[in-house]
Nanobody, 119 residues
Framework: QVQLVESGGGAVQAGDSLRLSCVAS????????MAWFRQAPGKEREIVAV????????YYTDSVKGRFTLSRVDGKVAVTLQMNGLKPDDTALYYCAATTIWTSEYTYWGQGTQVTVSS
């Protein structure tokens, strides 16, 4: 099993920045990808950014490209999501998730951290 613990959410004004962190523990050797998803009220959950562990490749959904940066934390199985230029549309519950190296399914999920951006 893998446990994921998120931190860093909060309430900010449009244009501000936040940094979310996700730290993995447990069977960390089995992690293939770590990602951030978000779900706003009344909307479907969407993937925001993905970090592929073995080569450091990243993916961003179009709406956050150029504003969000997903990085690995040296010495840990952890990632940070630096969110700049936040917009009210970024308001959502953000979840950290991870796949194993054997599947593309996001098997492990954190509890979520709320990000609220006011105009």
């Amino acid at each position: 099993q893998v446990q994921l613990v998120e931190s860093g959410g909060g309430a900010v004004q449009a244009g501000d920045s936040l940094r979310l962190s996700c730290v993995a523990s447990g069977r960390i050797f089995s992690i293939g990808r770590m990602a951030w998803f978000r779900q706003a009220p009344g909307k479907e959950r969407e993937i925001v950014a993905v970090y592929r562990w073995y080569d450091g490749d990243t993916y961003y959904t179009d709406s956050v490209k150029g504003r969000f940066t997903l990085s690995r934390v040296d010495g840990k199985v952890a990632v940070t999501l630096q969110m700049n230029g936040l917009k009210p549309d970024d308001t959502a519950l953000y979840y950290c998730a991870a796949t194993t190296i054997w599947t593309s399914e996001y098997t492990y999920w954190g509890q979520g951290t709320q990000v609220t951006v006011s105009s």
